[in-house]
Nanobody, 127 residues
Framework: QVQLVESGGGLVQAGGSLRLSCAAS????????MGWFRQTPGKERAFVAA????????SYADTVKGRFTISRDSAKSTLYLQMNSLNPEDTADYYC????????????????????WGQGTQVTVSS
């Protein structure tokens, strides 16, 4: 099972940017379909963005479309989430996830589709 470690969270003012990283060990990120989710206390984990195993397709939640970008660097075995124009509603713990049995082009937006998760990184956006 792949080990995932997120980093890059922190405190940022509204309108600012952060880039989250998710380092994968064991196999390169191009072996998986991957996704980013976020969660706030008392709420279910919510889909943010996904990238297909091929890397050729991406999808985003409507709430982040046009502001966030998911990408990966296979050589570094790292998944990224570039977050721009942040607002306080983006405050959450962010998690990356991997699906090792995904087909090349499918995208996965539900937590049960993934079987490996990182420990999360906290993002706080102040108003």
């Amino acid at each position: 099972q792949v080990q995932l470690v997120e980093s890059g969270g922190g405190l940022v003012q509204a309108g600012g940017s952060l880039r989250l990283s998710c380092a994968a060990s064991g196999r390169t990120v191009s072996s998986y379909a991957m996704g980013w989710f976020r969660q706030t206390p008392g709420k279910e984990r919510a889909f943010v963005a996904a990238i297909s195993r091929s890397g050729g397709r991406t999808s985003y939640a409507d709430t982040v479309k046009g502001r966030f970008t998911i990408s990966r660097d296979s050589a570094k075995s790292t998944l990224y989430l570039q977050m721009n124009s942040l607002n306080p509603e983006d405050t959450a713990d962010y998690y990356c996830a991997a699906n090792p049995t995904a087909s090349s082009w499918n995208l996965y937006s539900t937590p049960p589709s993934y079987d490996s998760w990182g420990q999360g990184t906290q993002v706080t956006v102040s108003s």
